[in-house]
């Protein structure tokens, strides 16, 4: 291929207003097998390569020769050529990372790296570009037209720009928190680009970075599945937390819940698991719907049974009301009756009624005890006021009884009881007739008199149980019994002792003593009951 040179204009620049450049045919000669140009890396390693790329390489962009402007086969293409310059990528922004560090920036291509890069390339005459690898020589491309340093050069800054690539992403791998995700299409992208590029440099050493930097992903990799077990673990124990709390509560005796706080902790439980499913670790399928099957069935179970039983406390609130209504409308009967004992007693029963019948609704039964209550307070109003009366009215007979009482308490001890019997007699014929006392002092009046009659009582029972004649006669026969007996025995010891005979003597005392102690508490009874 012959190419017309371009012309440098007063500052230095080639002019190409016609004609294509070699660099343009150079890029146009490489093999359809070539890697594309960095602008495919990812945009994180892009932004950071191209920049650097760019900047280290146009110091070196060689001017063309300059040459006459002879007219070429070249000068008749169709359509104007564009000029050509090294590839500019746009600075893409970085990738967001979820650490705090700084994105890397690729080393600085000085000389000296670009000069080792090349000592892997040669240029033939006719500008056919090698690289050497472990595999052997490979053709890169061709850049006709130019010097063998400048050939080489475009080349070499290719190969540095995979290098900046390989460098920024072995940093970011090291130093920032990048998602498996990012990792496997940074290597996928990296290694395709690494895999036969038009570029010249020590490529068997950077693949052999690549492949380190692969172990290191595996690692990050085994790191970041681990971390998302764990995640899941924890995830699935917080899931399963919730139905158990879910089931706790629907598991509940109906009699004992408190339905207000339980359905609130259940729609505070959906919250959860609804924030769980939203941002949490995802769960695998089955785990997931086994327990979303358990959530949604003790949520069902909870509200069929909140509605089972809010159905039979109105059916209970109903038969509650209607029973209380009855119970208001006899109270309401009874408030003007006039038989204060009898009306009394009808109206506790009234209340007994009233707490078996169970409870209303909350406003029913304010409303029906409100109505209850006032009828029972008018009663025992009137019944209070009409005692109040008759306490004043009967207020003259307490100082007649409280005289009597006095009367009666100095019988006491009684020293003659027949004296002390008829006494009692009259304080009861004047305390009857002295009428009734108000209703307060009633039980104290009474009690003081019954002290008094229980002891002349029991003072009349004791004498006549001395006194009985069945007793006496009883206590007369024993005595004469013992007589007899301690007669006999008198007669054996007598016996005994004449005899002399010890045993016999012993055993006559022993039965003569017992037989004479006998008698002794016989006459003692015998003379109490003769008074």
């Known amino acids: 291929m012959t190419e017309t040179p371009a012309t440098p204009s007063q500052d230095g620049t080639p002019e190409t207003p016609d004609t294509a450049s070699p660099a343009q045919d150079a890029v146009e000669a490489q093999p359809a097998t070539e890697a594309p140009d960095a ?48 590839p500019v990528h746009p600075v893409a922004p970085a990738a967001p990372s979820t650490a705090a560090v700084p994105a890397p920036v690729a080393p600085p291509q000085d000389a000296a790296e670009a000069a080792a890069a090349a000592a892997f390339g040669r240029v033939d005459e006719d500008g056919t570009v090698h690289v050497t690898e472990a595999a052997g020589e490979r053709v890169v491309g061709q850049f006709p037209g130019a010097s063998a340093e400048e050939a080489l050069a475009l080349y070499v800054r290719r190969f540095l720009d995979l290098q900046a690539k390989v460098t920024v992403f072995e940093a970011r791998l090291q130093a920032t928190d990048l998602s498996v995700k990012e990792i496997d299409q940074t290597l996928a992208k990296l290694g395709e680009e690494v895999s036969e590029p038009a570029a010249v440099g020590d490529l068997d050493g950077l693949r052999a970075r690549l492949d380190a930097l692969r172990g290191v992903a595996a690692e990050r990799r085994a790191l970041a599945e681990a971390e998302r077990a764990a995640a899941r673990e924890a995830a699935l124990v917080a899931r399963t937390q919730i139905v ?194 108000p209703r307060g002092d009633v039980q104290r009046v009474e009690g003081r008199l019954r002290a008094v009659e229980t002891a ?47 045993r016999k003597i012993a055993d006559a005392r022993a039965a003569l003593d017992a037989r004479r102690a006998w008698l002794e508490q016989v006459q003692r009874a015998a003379a109490d009951a003769r008074g």
């Open 244 to 437: 158990e709390q879910a089931e706790k509560i629907a598991g509940t005796d109906p009699s004992r819940i408190q339905w207000r706080p339980a359905g609130e902790q259940l729609r505070t439980l959906l919250d959860q698991w609804k924030e769980a499913q939203r941002s949490g670790p995802r769960l695998d399928r089955p785990s997931e719907e086994a327990l979303w099957k358990r959530f949604s069935h003790a949520r069902t179970t909870f509200d069929r049974e909140r509605r089972h039983f809010f159905a039979e406390l109105e059916t209970r609130n109903a038969s509650a009301k209607s029973a209380k209504a009855a119970l208001v409308e006899e109270a309401e009967r009874l408030r003007t009756s006039t038989d204060w004992g009898a009306t009394a007693g009808a109206y506790r029963d009234l209340m007994a009624q009233w707490k078996a019948s169970g409870r209303a609704s909350r406003s029913d039964d304010d409303a029906l005890w409100a109505r209850f209550r006032a009828a029972q307070d008018a009663f025992f109003a009137a019944r209070d006021a009409a005692s109040a009366a008759t306490d004043t009215e009967f207020r003259a007979n307490l100082e007649v009884k409280e005289a009597l009482l006095t009367e009666a308490e100095a019988l006491l001890p009684i020293a003659d009881l027949n004296a002390a019997k008829a006494t009692l007699r009259s304080i009861q014929d004047r305390w009857e007739s002295a009428g009734k006392v």
């Open 456 to 502: 002349i009582r029991d003072a009349d029972q004791a004498q006549w149980r001395r006194t009985n004649p069945e007793t006496r006669a009883r206590a007369e026969g024993a005595a004469a019994q013992l007589e007899q007996a301690i007669a006999g025995l008198e007669a054996d010891l007598a016996a005994a002792e004449a005899k002399g005979d010890a």
């Open 39 to 86: 602008t495919e890396a990812p945009d994180a390693v892009e932004s950071v390569t191209s920049v650097a790329s760019d900047a280290a390489a146009a110091p070196e962009e060689p001017a063309a020769p300059a040459a006459p402007s002879v007219p070429t086969p070249a000068a008749v293409r169709p359509g104007p050529r564009p000029v050509p310059r090294p």
